[in-house]
Structure formats: structure tokens, C-alpha cells
């Protein structure tokens, strides 16, 4: 059997350019499980090397990170925290098949792991598997405890949209913001979600509200852009869309502004 030990624990948001699904990464949990027969000693220095781990991706120095939690899961093969830390760099580095391996090994693990549950989902979702998505996603709606369900609901209502179940995808992703008011990037997809019901007096309010709430945040502009132009207020799309490409130059997203301006 696996020897569990209790900790602190320590979330953190990721939020950039790819990462429309708000997934946390936690760093130190409430349940940390141990793998069967590793000795107090190699437990002992795999939580060190996990510390050092989480300090290292907090300074965003992303090869010692990788280096201690190779040290971590030497020691401890089946170290939860390492295992979820390492998915969630596997994500952001675009290795989706290595996050997912990690995440799903840690629910094997550890099934009441929720915030892997969620990074879990969020992986599925980036893959493309959305239906599997929404089933891995499901039972943090249902847990009472799980302290953020504004992601789980924005995930899986994301999910939803991308399956075309539209009905859902509203009442998920207003739930999550309902629940996180500050919720940028759920008031986007939100704005998304009624742009593709034909709302589109919801859909600016919805692109307003992402951008008022991350005014540094430029893919509601963009949104807001084609929206507005689309309805022929031109000269209010021109500003979303400079707005939109002066924060976001060097990126996908800010070259279709600058090309729609």
C-alpha cells in the first residue's frame, strides 16, 4: 500500500498565451502519497528534491525544476506532487502525451487528487479529447470540498463548446464566473459561447467584462474586434484591434489583430 502524509496546500494559476483553461497546479497537497516499500530516507530527500522543485518552477528556472524532480521520482516513483508538477511543465511545453501519462498516474495513485484531476481535464481538452474531458472532469463538480470549482466548471464548459453542446457550455462557464467574478479568461470563452448562440449583445458585455477585468489579457480584444466589425461599429473594432496587437505583438493572436486593423 501507498503511505500517505499530510502537507500544506500551495496553488498556483498559470495564465499565458496558450492557456485559455485557467488549470491550477498545486504544489503541495493535502494528501501525499508514498510508493510501497521506499524507506523513510529516499522519502525524506524525494520531498526535498520536490521543495526545491516547486521553488525552481516559482523562478521559472525550468531545468533545475526538471533536474529535482528527476531526483524526486528517483527516490519515489510514485511522489504525487512530483508526478503533478512534472504534467503540468509537460503542458507547457506542449508534450500533452507525457502531461497526461503523469496526471492520469497520479489519480491511479492518489484518486482524490482533484487539482491533478483538473490539470488532467485540461490536457484532455488541449488533445482534443473532449468527451473524455468532460467525464474526467465531472466528479469535481460533485465534490462539496473541492476548494475551486470556477476552473472545473470553466474547463468543463469549454469542453462542452468544443463538443457544440452550446446549452452546456453557457451554464458551466456562467457558473464559473459567477463563482470567480475575476475570471478573465472565463468571461472569454463565455463571450465565445454566446457569439456562437447568436447573442451578441451577451457576447461583447462578456468580451468587456475579460477585458476590464485583465486589461493585459489581449485575446478578448481580438474577439471583441471581430464582433464589433462584423456588426459595422468600425471604429470601434479598429481600437480592439490595436489594443489587441500592442499587447500581444509577437504573438498569433496579435498578428491577426494587426492584420484585421
Known amino acids: 500500500m501507498s503511505r500517505c502524509v499530510a502537507n500544506i496546500a500551495v496553488e498556483r494559476g498559470m495564465r499565458g498565451a496558450g492557456w485559455r483553461l485557467g488549470a491550477l497546479l498545486v504544489v503541495l497537497v493535502a494528501s501525499a502519497c508514498s510508493g510501497p516499500g521506499v524507506s523513510d530516507e529516499d ?15 516559482a523562478d521559472r528556472n525550468m531545468a533545475m525544476t526538471q533536474r529535482e524532480l528527476h531526483n524526486a521520482l528517483q527516490r519515489d516513483p510514485e511522489h504525487v506532487q512530483a508526478l503533478n508538477l512534472r504534467g503540468f511543465m509537460r503542458m507547457g511545453l506542449k508534450d500533452l502525451s507525457g502531461a497526461i501519462a503523469d496526471f492520469q498516474a497520479v489519480l491511479r495513485i492518489d484518486p482524490n487528487f ?3 484531476r ?7 481538452i488541449a488533445s482534443g479529447r473532449y468527451d473524455e474531458a468532460i467525464e474526467v472532469l465531472k466528479p469535481l463538480l460533485e465534490d462539496p470540498l473541492y476548494p475551486t470549482p470556477a476552473f472545473a466548471h470553466g474547463n468543463i464548459g469549454w469542453a462542452y463548446f468544443q463538443v457544440q453542446d452550446l446549452s452546456s457550455a453557457r451554464r458551466h462557464i456562467e457558473m464559473a464566473v459567477f463563482l470567480n467574478p475575476r475570471f478573465c479568461v472565463g468571461f472569454n470563452n463565455l463571450g465565445q459561447v454566446h457569439k456562437a448562440i447568436g447573442n451578441r ?8 467584462k475579460a477585458a476590464r477585468t485583465c486589461p493585459q489579457y ?3 480584444f481580438y474577439h471583441l474586434g471581430v464582433i464589433l466589425q462584423e456588426a459595422g461599429e468600425m471604429e470601434r473594432a479598429e481600437e480592439a484591434f490595436r489594443k489587441c496587437a500592442e499587447l500581444a505583438p509577437e504573438t498569433t493572436i496579435g498578428r491577426r489583430c494587426s492584420v484585421r486593423r
Do not use: M, T
Not at 525524506?44 to 518552477?57: H, T
Not at 483538473?118 to 484532455?124: F, I, V, Y
Not at 449583445?201 to 468587456?208: H, K, L, N, V, Y
Open 43 to 57: 522519502r525524506a530527500k524525494a520531498d526535498y528534491s520536490f521543495r526545491l522543485a516547486s521553488n525552481y518552477y
Open 114 to 116: 482533484q487539482e491533478s
Open 118 to 124: 483538473n490539470n488532467l481535464g485540461s490536457a484532455l
Open 201 to 208: 449583445r451577451d457576447a461583447i458585455s462578456a468580451f468587456e
Open 218 to 220: 489581449a485575446e478578448p
